[in-house]
């Protein structure tokens, strides 16, 4: 491998955010067939502070990540409104490219990353990588070993009252590419695939109930920030295995007892852990039972990363992650569609091809990342 030994792939983050802790942390102790050599940041005090936190050898601005041969991975965890711009240019660069989710804002710019991928022979994945955790896995797993017989029903709830009271700078949640569906739908969207397959066409509403909001959180405490974004929206997906899912995204809801996700089949029911973790309990109520019943977790737990050191495994192997850009790209595709069924009043389609990712091998050792 350019850069490196056959054991690992050498990765530049883009983006020293508050995001990046976690990886930095995970791919540092975790995983290390990624390696971190360099990172970047608009600000260079927060590269500077992650570099010296995580023992990442250079600081250099993305001009100078993007130039240097020994990267081999970029892992884009930028705002969502520089996704694509990040992206395109890494793999201008001829650079593999691992995206915090969303893929892009626009559909344009989604197809347009995948576009330039194939056309530069480079992989692309996308966050979030929860989907590769112990939860959602073991879940994948009951559904395929026909626990709950052919799935023909799914529900997924993701309803709160936003950011502005917890998070330190949350104006950008309200701001074009925010918002409960950009910001969380892509967890819930990507585990309804993952455990039914595609998309084929989609209804929706959508509103903006608030048209300002007031941080009350530090240090912005006070602030109002203007809302730009629908911050309540309901679809209805129809899977092109059959299934219909209702999901619900909301910045509205100051209280609720709804589960995050289940799924229905013929022979049963499966509650699934919130999508946004890496492990959580998985249950089942079969047929005919009269209480639920907790599904042992089939692999390890997990955590922020495991995206990236599945996709430097991939790389190695020749094929594409799981946690793959394509599957990204048809979620970017569903949300848009939500928003433009009910602007529209009608179903919409999805342009964008997808396949059901492989499920996680059962057993991995530990260590298999670090192969």
């Known amino acids: 491998m350019p850069g490196g030994s056959d054991a690992t792939i050498r990765a530049g983050v883009v983006g020293c955010g508050n995001i990046s802790t976690v990886y930095f942390e995970n ?24 570099a010296e936190r995580f023992g990442v050898p250079r600081v250099v601005t993305l001009e100078e990540l993007l130039a240097d ?3 081999e991975l970029v ?6 409104s520089a996704h694509a711009e990040v992206s395109l240019a890494a ?4 650079k ?7 893929l892009a804002i626009e559909r344009a710019d989604g197809q347009a990353i995948m576009d330039a991928a194939t056309a530069k022979g480079v992989m692309v994945g996308c966050a979030p990588d929860t989907v590769l955790g112990a939860g959602i896995q073991t879940c994948r797993k009951a559904i395929d070993e026909g626990r ?34 950009f910001d969380m739908g892509p967890y819930y969207l990507s585990t309804l695939i993952h455990l039914l397959g595609p998309v084929s066409r989609v209804t929706g509403s959508h509103r903006r109930t608030f048209d300002r909001r007031t941080i009350t959180s530090r240090p912005m405490y006070g602030t109002n920030i203007e809302v730009e974004v629908s911050t309540h929206v309901a679809g209805v997906l129809d899977f092109e295995s059959g299934a219909i899912a209702t999901i619900i995204t909301s910045f509205d809801v100051w209280g609720s007892k709804l589960p995050r996700v289940e799924v229905y089949g013929t022979e049963g029911t499966l509650s699934a852990p919130d999508p946004n973790l890496f492990e959580g309990p998985v249950r089942v109520m079969e047929a005919g039972a009269d209480a639920w019943t907790d599904v042992p977790l089939a692999y390890r737990e ?69 192969r």
């Not at 975790?30 to 992650?50: F, H, W």
């Not at 892992?75 to 969502?80: C, E, F, S, W």
């Not at 793999?91 to 001829?94: C, R």
């Open 27 to 50: 791919l540092r102790t975790r995983y290390p067939v990624v390696q971190v050599v360099a990172c970047a940041d608009l600000v260079p005090e927060r590269s500077r502070t992650a």
């Open 69 to 71: 041969p020994e990267v």
């Open 75 to 80: 892992v884009n965890l930028t705002n969502p």
């Open 91 to 94: 793999i201008e660069a001829g």
């Open 96 to 102: 593999h490219v691992c995206s915090e989710k969303p």
């Open 148 to 181: 709950i017989g052919e799935p023909i029903a799914a529900t997924a709830f993701m309803v709160n009252h936003g950011h502005e009271s917890w998070h330190p700078s949350p104006e950008f949640y309200y701001q074009q590419g925010g918002g409960p569906m």
């Open 302 to 370: 997990g955590g922020r990363g495991i995206g990236v050191a599945e996709m430097a495994w991939a790389i190695h192997q020749g094929r594409q992650p799981r946690a793959n850009g394509q599957l990204a790209n048809h979620v970017l595709d569903v949300m848009h569609a939500i928003l433009e069924a009910s602007d529209a009043g009608r179903h919409v389609s999805t342009t964008t091809p997808c396949e059901r990712p492989a499920m996680m091998p059962v057993g991995l050792p530990e260590g298999v990342f670090d």
